[in-house]
């Protein structure tokens, strides 16, 4: 499939946007034109190692001018959408052949008719050259990232993330949902990072038996395809019970199984999970997670890889500061990214604040380190970044961010160390 073809997902359905005519809010008819809001930005950054290498570094200030539109309905009564496409050039001062075009789009739509049926759309475009991409899942936190690296050349990647659900209430604390998610990743230089597709369908059931026992099932069965990596399907499957003790604390239990079938000469492999887990709300602003249990991984072929399974967070949502610590073990798997390193044992620990100094004026700090092991290559990285942010609305319509970052990676392989600074000033004017 061609890049053209995987941006068709995001704009077909934003054509369908203009034919609605209008929506009724409060009585009153308002025209779906007047919630577009078009917008230009400008951006400035300093890169001193484009291509993440450990020796001969290239530096360059790159210039990003972008224009822009926002859409926003939040209906009253059962319908609405949340929307940004922007397409902007993004110039190299030194490197002139490394500049690109760079569209970017975020759709979240959703509909509910009855009987209680709820119809959802997300869709996510983006094209960039980082070395590091950054993470795109919906649950994915700030200035965190995948693991597979673009490291010693220049490469434009477009990826776009397509996911349609619908979700049926059949009672009152009872859910079905069924999501399809397809996943588009293409790589210009694709001789040296190849391109990838994800066909992802899971089902998903939610029930709780009374005000204290529920549980969730569901299933993920995916088809992973290649350009020259052995395509796969892995079907895997969660079952979590959850015992509430009362309205701020609850104990829950998870099972999950994978089994992954790869074409030769891939290796095929089952992975057993296990754990246990408690979360308790300290206020209603603060929430804290802990979680353990054990992972065992039985490759067809090979020896297995075990290890502790845990996750411990803590969450603050309030009006001035915000705030997220976790810490993180176990396994993870890379696919559908420039590398598709497969399957690692992973250890991770991110911290991420954000502080309202003033009325207009705020600022953020975020840390992560991680530590992969990779199953295929032997692989072994520790990887650590911290990012310093600030916003501030300078008018109405005219606003200013700042991000500072830095990170290094440490590797057991050769030539693939490597640390970077960035630098980015962004200015946008918005109607």
């Given at each position: 499939?061609?890049?053209?073809?995987?941006?068709?997902?995001?704009?077909g359905f934003v054509s369908l946007l203009f034919t609605l005519g209008s929506i009724s809010i409060g009585g009153?008819?308002?025209?779906?034109?007047?919630?577009?809001?078009?917008?230009?930005?400008?951006?400035?950054?300093?890169?001193?190692?484009?291509?993440?290498?450990?020796?001969?570094?290239?530096?360059?200030?790159?210039?990003?001018?972008?224009?822009?539109?926002?859409?926003?309905?939040?209906?009253?009564?059962?319908?609405?959408?949340?929307?940004?496409?922007?397409?902007?050039?993004?110039?190299?001062?030194?490197?002139?052949?490394?500049?690109?075009?760079?569209?970017?789009?975020?759709?979240?739509?959703?509909?509910?008719?009855?009987?209680?049926?709820?119809?959802?759309?997300?869709?996510?475009?983006?094209?960039?050259?980082?070395?590091?991409?950054?993470?795109?899942?919906?649950?994915?936190?700030?200035?965190?990232?995948?693991?597979?690296?673009?490291?010693g050349v220049h490469a434009v990647y477009v990826r776009n993330v397509v996911e349609p659900s619908v979700d049926?209430?059949?009672?009152?604390?009872?859910?079905?949902?069924?999501?399809?998610?397809?996943?588009?990743?293409?790589?210009?230089?694709?001789?040296?990072?190849?391109?990838?597709?994800?066909?992802?369908?899971?089902?998903?059931?939610?029930?709780?038996?009374?005000?204290?026992?529920?549980?969730?099932?569901?299933?993920?069965?995916?088809?992973?395809?290649?350009?020259?990596?052995?395509?796969?399907?892995?079907?895997?499957?969660?079952?979590?019970?959850t015992y509430r003790f009362n309205p701020m604390t609850s104990i829950f239990g998870v099972y999950s199984y994978?089994?992954?079938?790869?074409?030769?000469?891939?290796?095929?492999?089952?992975?057993?999970?296990?754990?246990?887990?408690?979360?308790?709300?300290?206020?209603?602003?603060?929430?804290?997670?802990?979680?353990?249990?054990?992972?065992?991984?039985?490759?067809?072929?090979?020896?297995?890889?075990?290890?502790?399974?845990?996750?411990?967070?803590?969450?603050?949502?309030?009006?001035?500061?915000?705030?997220?610590?976790?810490?993180?073990?176990?396994?993870?798997?890379?696919?559908?990214?420039?590398?598709?390193?497969?399957?690692?044992?992973?250890?991770?620990?991110?911290?991420?604040?954000?502080?309202?100094?003033?009325?207009?004026?705020?600022?953020?700090?975020?840390?992560?380190?991680?530590?992969?092991?990779?199953?295929?290559?032997?692989?072994?990285?520790?990887?650590?970044?911290?990012?310093?942010?600030?916003?501030?609305?300078?008018?109405?319509?005219?606003?200013?961010?700042?991000?500072?970052?830095?990170?290094?990676?440490?590797?057991?392989?050769?030539?693939?160390?490597?640390?970077?600074?960035?630098?980015?000033?962004?200015?946008?004017?918005?109607?």
């Amino acid at each position: 499939m061609k890049k053209k073809q995987s941006i068709h997902w995001f704009f077909g359905f934003v054509s369908l946007l203009f034919t609605l005519g209008s929506i009724s809010i409060g009585g009153a008819e308002e025209s779906i034109l007047s919630k577009f809001h078009p917008y230009v930005g400008v951006q400035e950054e300093y890169n001193d190692n484009i291509l993440l290498t450990n020796k001969n570094k290239i530096d360059d200030f790159i210039t990003t001018a972008m224009a822009g539109l926002r859409f926003s309905a939040l209906s009253e009564k059962n319908y609405g959408a949340d929307l940004n496409v922007a397409g902007g050039f993004v110039d190299y001062a030194k490197h002139h052949d490394f500049s690109y075009f760079n569209p970017f789009g975020n759709l979240n739509a959703w509909y509910t008719a009855p009987p209680p049926l709820t119809f959802r759309i997300r869709d996510y475009l983006m094209s960039s050259d980082a070395g590091r991409e950054q993470e795109y899942a919906v649950s994915a936190q700030p200035n965190q990232f995948l693991l597979s690296t673009q490291r010693g050349v220049h490469a434009v990647y477009v990826r776009n993330v397509v996911e349609p659900s619908v979700d049926y209430q059949f009672a009152q604390d009872g859910t079905i949902s069924l999501l399809y998610r397809n996943n588009i990743y293409r790589n210009e230089k694709s001789s040296l990072f190849e391109d990838s597709m994800e066909n992802t369908i899971s089902p998903r059931l939610t029930y709780w038996f009374d005000i204290r026992n529920g549980i969730v099932l569901e299933h993920l069965l995916t088809f992973g395809e290649f350009e020259r990596s052995p395509d796969f399907v892995s079907n895997l499957t969660r079952a979590r019970y959850t015992y509430r003790f009362n309205p701020m604390t609850s104990i829950f239990g998870v099972y999950s199984y994978q089994r992954l079938d790869s074409k030769s000469p891939g290796i095929s492999y089952d992975v057993h999970n296990p754990s246990l887990g408690i979360e308790h709300k300290f206020s209603p602003t603060l929430t804290g997670t802990a979680q353990a249990g054990y992972f065992w991984q039985f490759p067809d072929q090979g020896s297995k890889t075990e290890g502790l399974f845990y996750m411990l967070s803590l969450a603050k949502s309030a009006e001035r500061t915000t705030y997220t610590l976790s810490f993180q073990g176990g396994y993870t798997e890379d696919y559908f990214t420039a590398q598709n390193l497969g399957f690692a044992k992973y250890y991770r620990t991110y911290g991420t604040i954000s502080h309202r100094l003033t009325e207009k004026l705020t600022v953020g700090v975020t840390g992560s380190m991680e530590r992969p092991t990779f199953s295929s290559s032997g692989e072994k990285d520790w990887i650590w970044g911290i990012w310093g942010t600030a916003s501030y609305p300078v008018l109405r319509w005219l606003s200013l961010s700042l991000r500072v970052g830095h990170i290094e990676d440490h590797s057991n392989v050769n030539g693939s160390n490597y640390s970077q600074y960035r630098a980015i000033l962004y200015a946008t004017a918005a109607l």
